[in-house]
């Protein structure tokens, strides 16, 4: 059966991983990896979900199945934070939302779910995207193209370009957007730009897929959620994939959610048992605990409230990181522009060096980035930022 097997080219990443972790050089540095990573290098258990678990642990009885839909607390109080307490489309019955493998299993199963609803419909991403979205949707069926979104010259948005793409999508099509924190460029629109995408999507009537991973790392946490409560609000038909990786820095629990926004209540039902019939064949029920632990921390006042200021830490320490890194390289002595790091979101941004340079780096100094330049800037701090000042200074000179 394996004899004629081909072997795939690893994931860039993923390359870039394994080779840092070979490295003995002691001051070699992994700007590759999408894990924020606090000021000592490291990616700490926050206290919110520490306590939780050990409430987990001291309250529960069983680890029997828990059904397609997973826990049903922490489904309840992803609703609140997406789409906010006065949402019309969750007084309306109009909204299901599912517990998922991570926020990658989410959108698979949105990508199934389209495919099984409309299988000629097509799916629009931003030019660039998260670079699995490419593998997740073909996968399922789904036919993707691109719309314009990155403006490499100003490292900035081509919002003009961008909404002349969209006003040609229309019924039938699905246009996926980044909530906030754009992976990998880091540029997001403002809050009247996306007023006016949630404009034209209503008016096109094509289908938002939202994907939403960085939830609060950007202006904060209903902030973020400004994108997923427009559209929801214009258009009659909204997909949303969420993820709880890297604000509640539960990466390896995989913890993610898909809610659907329907029409109305019947057809929402109707929605829910392709649905569940869908998860039935991937991974018939999904993981407990970590949604159990966060609905323990929704459900909780105080550690609402440390969840709220200890993500609140690592939004500032971002910014703080993107301030400081775009100083220190206007201060130095190469001849380039790099203060759109400051006005950027995230943890990710494109260096906008070249392959030489991005080899020269790792050869040289063992900083390790993917071949587009994409950086996670939550990867420095006071020990090595200086470090990589002087090595891009040397790269690519005055």
Not at 109 to 122: G, K, T, V
Request: hydrophobic fraction near 40%; charge should be negative; include cysteine.
């Amino acid at each position: 059966m394996f004899n004629h097997v081909k072997p795939i080219p690893p994931d860039p990443i993923l390359g870039v991983i394994t080779a840092h972790a070979a490295d003995p050089n002691p001051r070699k540095i992994d700007l590759g990896v999408g894990v924020y990573r606090d000021g000592h290098g490291a990616t700490p258990i926050l206290s919110c979900v520490a306590r939780a678990e050990q409430l987990l642990l001291d309250s529960q009885t069983t680890k029997t199945y828990l059904g397609p839909a997973g826990v049903p607390g922490f489904n309840e109080a992803i609703n609140e934070l997406l789409f906010g307490s006065g949402s019309e489309a969750l007084a309306e019955g109009r909204v299901r939302t599912i517990q998922t493998p991570g926020g990658t299993g989410a959108l698979r199963l949105a990508a199934d779910l389209i495919h099984a609803a409309a299988p000629e419909a097509e799916l629009w991403a931003s030019d660039p995207t998260w670079s699995n979205h490419y593998a997740l949707f073909p996968a399922a069926g789904v036919t993707m193209h691109k719309y314009p979104y990155f403006d490499w010259q100003s490292s900035g948005l081509s919002f003009d370009e961008m909404v002349s793409a969209l006003e040609q999508r229309g019924p039938g099509d699905v246009v996926l957007f980044h909530a906030c924190c754009h992976n990998p460029c880091g540029v997001s629109p403002s809050p009247e730009q996306w007023a006016a995408i949630a404009d034209v999507a209503a008016g096109r009537g094509f289908t938002p897929l939202i994907d939403i991973a960085y939830m609060g790392f950007e202006r904060g946490q209903a902030e973020d959620c400004l994108p997923v409560r427009l559209l929801s609000e214009r258009c009659p038909e909204v997909i949303v994939a969420s993820s709880c990786s890297k604000n509640f820095a539960m990466y390896r629990e995989r913890v993610g959610a898909l809610s659907v926004i329907a029409r109305d209540a019947k057809n929402a039902a109707a929605i829910e048992t392709v649905i569940n019939s869908i998860t039935r064949a991937n991974y018939s029920m999904p993981p407990s605990h970590g949604p159990a632990v966060i609905d323990i921390i929704l459900h909780s006042d105080e550690l609402r409230a440390l969840w709220d200021e200890e993500l609140t830490g690592m939004r500032e320490r971002i910014n703080g990181v993107r301030k400081t890194l775009a100083e220190k390289i206007a201060a130095s002595g190469i001849g380039r522009d790099f203060s759109f790091l400051a006005r950027q979101s995230g943890m990710f941004s494109f260096l906008g060096i070249n392959r030489e340079q991005i080899h020269r780096l790792r050869s040289k100094y063992s900083i390790y980035l993917v071949d587009s330049s994409r950086i996670n800037v939550a990867s420095f701090n006071d020990a090595n930022m200086d470090y990589f000042v002087a090595a891009l200074e040397d790269v690519i000179g005055g």
